[in-house]
């Protein structure tokens, strides 16, 4: 099946400091990636859309010059949390999805600030 | 609509019984659905889809029923296992194709022996 690999699976850093989280399709080429951010019992929160060669596109309220996408081959997305501060802290987590299927998940990179 | 969830309703069930998860979606134009499980730490983890065309779809041990009448969505476990023990999301695709996904607030699913 779909293998999607997310590194780090966790984070642990000061306030002010700029952490990246990566995102790779393993097994496929991957069209579009997603990121999510999920708090402690609650549902997953689309941040944003990813596609290859492109800019990413922002839900509502999500900061994009706090959340830097970049998607530059078919398998391999970041995420780049800049100036992260407490309330970054979360669960984050990527999809990706190929031609045509579901979205397959990530394990998540739990961040946590200082 | 987006689903904020303060609180996870649980179900708790008996090992070897049936269990039914239920998810009521928010866009009439949604036409396709998909169910996620969650366990504690992970991402979530693909379990059956199905499309607006259905309203009926099974796999190994779930089913999934769609009705969209009154935009609900359940999930079935037969013969529920402790590994079935997880966090249980449904999500939709407002927009046709496989592109972004709503996602519900989700159920607990507490399997006891």
């Known amino acids: 099946g779909a293998v999607v690999s997310q590194h780090p699976s966790r984070v642990i850093c000061k306030s002010g400091t700029s952490v990246k989280i990566e995102c790779r399709s393993l097994?496929?080429?991957?069209?579009?990636m997603f990121w999510y951010r999920q708090f402690p019992k609650q549902s997953l929160m689309l941040m944003a859309t990813?596609?290859?060669?492109?800019?990413?596109?922002?839900e509502q309220g999500v900061e994009k010059d706090k959340f830097l996408i970049n998607h530059a081959s078919l398998t391999l997305s970041t995420l780049t949390v800049t100036s992260a501060h407490p309330e970054d802290s979360s669960f984050y987590i990527c999809?990706?999805?190929?031609?045509?299927?579901?979205?397959?998940f990530g394990d998540g990179t739990r961040l946590s600030i200082l | 609509g987006e689903s904020v969830g303060l609180h996870l309703p649980t179900l708790s069930v008996q090992e070897g019984d049936n269990s039914i998860i239920n998810c009521a979606y928010s866009?009439?134009?949604?036409?396709?659905f998909i169910w996620y499980k969650q366990e504690s730490g992970k991402g979530p983890q693909f379990i059956i889809d199905?499309?607006?065309?259905?309203d009926k779809r099974q796999g190994q041990r779930v089913t999934v029923l769609l009705n969209k009448t009154v935009k609900h969505l359940s999930l079935q476990i037969a013969a529920t296992q402790p590994g079935d023990s997880a966090v249980y999301f449904c999500?939709?695709?407002?927009?046709?194709?496989?592109?972004?996904?709503?996602f519900g607030a989700g159920t607990r699913l507490a399997v006891h022996p």
């Open positions: 999809s990706a999805v190929g031609l045509e299927g579901p979205q397959h």
């Open positions: 990813s596609n290859e060669g492109s800019k990413a596109t922002y």
């Open positions: 097994d496929f080429q991957a069209t579009t």
């Open positions: 199905i499309r607006s065309n259905m």
């Open positions: 866009n009439s134009a949604s036409d396709y």
């Open positions: 999500a939709e695709n407002p927009s046709g194709g496989y592109n972004k996904l709503i």
